[in-house]
């Protein structure tokens, strides 16, 4: 493969540029070098301190879009490393380095793809389209968000996009997200009345109440999920009293937990229920929501059937669609697009040290990107 088209060396340039969420570290602006002599206006979308790049190529329809994030999480312990994580390396057809897996090697596979089929097919129908953040590690407020809001106002209609997460679970090609469960952490106090533990018909013990409202929950059946979606989970990431004696009775306790809710739910309805339970307990709360994302679903369509058979006559891999994992910023696209879908690399090294991408992995990835613009826009 001419060297130009190939997503090592543009991965390689990527992992390079310390990119630390919500810092760049100037990605965006050297794609857009990369993209510069393929006909690619430019629109850069900033805000507070992220940067947001628009790039197409076209004005026609249908329009494909890829969709991804310049920032990478922070690299950990050092020491852990077995090559700096902002030092791209290969050994043994390895890259290593951080973002090799989440996402900057999909963002290379993507542009050496546009950049090979531009080449090969100039006169092609329709238009190709860059959307990339460098706040999607981060809050997410600033981000990919804010650009759909833009493009919902001024009628910048996405057919297909293709968000570039690491999605291939054991085997590069299997999976596929076509949807994300639904976020929704919940922050309850639950307030007693403080007391000496001798004496506790004077006081109400908040951690008791808490027990019994644990227990509940863990034996409660949110829903049954359906063909998409596994059903609703709920864990407990904290449970945190008052710093007492070992002698008292606290006046508080403070839980932080998380529903991963499917489309059988809504937020208002888990806020209901949730609600209701607390009620029961016959206890004082005071409880704070924040719902980072909204379950949503694109059904099999003309994007995940060619995406399938890309993947199929690429790596002879038969990719399933599914909906696991955490959240990503196809939960924005998703609301605008008529087609979404999340394809790229192994997670296993993922925010992980040694984070690491196979280059047969990254050649393959290309290719799969290139056959899908063929099928789209030829």
Known sequence: MDEVFNAAVIAKK????????????GCQEYIKKELENYKFSCENINLEDVKN????????RPLVVFAGHTDVVPSGNIDEWHTDP????IKNNILYGRGASDMKSSIAAMVAATQRFIKDNPNHKGSIGFLLTSDEEGPAKYGTQKVIEKFKKNNTNIDYCIVGEPTSSKKFGDTIKNGRRGSITGHLKIIGIQGHIAYPELAKNPIHYAGTLINDLNNFKWDNGNKYFPETSFQISSVRSDEVASNMIPRSVDITFNLRFSNELTQESIKSKFEEKLSELGCQFEIKWNCSAEPFITGEGKLTKILQSAIKEIVNVEASLSTSGGTSDARFISQHAKETVEFGP?????????????LQNLAELEKIYYAVLCKILI
């Not at 990527?14 to 570290?25: A, M, Q, V, W």
């Not at 790049?53 to 026609?60: F, M, V």
């Not at 192994?346 to 196979?358: G, M, Q, R, Y």
């Open 14 to 25: 990527l992992i390079e540029k310390k990119s630390i969420t919500p810092n760049d570290g």
């Open 53 to 60: 790049i628009w790039l197409r190529k076209g004005s026609d």
């Open 86 to 89: 902002f030092t791209p390396e």
């Open 346 to 358: 192994l997670n296993e090294t993922a925010h992980k040290v040694n984070e690491n991408i196979n």
